[in-house]
T-cell receptor, first 117, second 112 residues
Framework: DAMVIQNPRYQVTQFGKPVTLSCSQT?????MYWYQQKSSQAPKLLFH???????NEADTPDNFQSRRPNTSFCFLDIRSPGLGDAAMYLC????????????????FGPGTRLLVL | QQQVKQSPQSLIVQKGGISIINCAYE??????FPWYQQFPGKGPALLIA?????SEKKEGRFTISFNKSAKQFSLHIMDSQPGDSATYFC???????????FGKGTHLIIQP
């Protein structure tokens, strides 16, 4: 089945130790998103790639970076995790038609729960 | 930027009852409004979505009612079941590829 896959499902890291979360998709969608979701809160968009174009949200800390080496894969790098970065990180994909218009359906992966010790 | 206001924050409904969650939005430029269902420890899953050409969409026990003039839309869950206990998010598009902005979520509990 076509899907959005995230690895690992659980990640434990130490304060200040870089960590990378990965996302892959078999949907061949042109847009990939990274969201941060803290307990009992809505997902918060960190950034997205529209094909190879990176789009950062204005309030995303510099500590968060992303890479998209090809259509199928996207990575979230946290350079120096702090205790406040403990959260669920969600990857989502969408197929957006040229010219924009209506928002398109987003398909979410299962998430990676990050714990910072 | 599109803002979405969702209510109530939490909701308890008896099994077999009707669960109703409401959302209000600000910008009428983009009219695609999905509802996502999220179980603990899982990613959000698209439940049902509506576009502006209809005022109501029904899929099984789930119905979206859309009031364009009032800029409101709501989710109705008929014959609510314990398995429906989850967090529900409404959302609205930010435009183009900029993704969705989510409501704050409603924690729904269906009591047996």
């Amino acid at each position: 089945d076509a899907m959005v896959i995230q690895n690992p499902r659980y990640q434990v890291t130490q304060f200040g130790k870089p960590v990378t979360l990965s996302c892959s998709q078999t949907l061949n969608h042109n847009v990939m998103y990274w969201y941060q979701q803290k307990s009992s809160q809505a997902p918060k968009l960190l950034f997205h790639y529209y094909d190879k174009d990176f789009n950062n949200e204005a309030d995303t800390p510099d500590n968060f970076q992303s890479r998209r080496p090809n259509t199928s894969f996207c990575f979230l790098d946290i350079r120096s995790p702090g205790l406040g970065d403990a959260a669920m990180y969600l990857c989502a994909t969408s197929m957006v038609k040229a010219g924009g218009g209506y928002g398109e359906t987003q398909y979410f992966g299962p998430g990676t729960r990050l714990l910072v010790l | 930027q599109q803002q979405v206001k969702q209510s109530p924050q939490s909701l308890i409904v008896q099994k077999g009852g009707i669960s109703i969650i409401n959302c209000a939005y600000e910008n009428t430029a983009f009219d695609y409004f999905p509802w996502y269902q999220q179980f603990p420890g899982k990613g959000p899953a698209l439940l049902i979505a509506i576009r502006p050409d209809v005022s109501e969409k029904k899929e099984g026990r789930f119905t979206i009612s859309f009031n364009k003039s009032a800029k409101q839309f709501s989710l109705h869950i008929m014959d609510s079941q314990p398995g429906d206990s989850a967090t529900y998010f409404c959302a609205a598009p930010r435009g183009g590829a900029d993704g969705l902005t989510f409501g704050k979520g409603t924690h729904l509990i269906i009591q047996p």
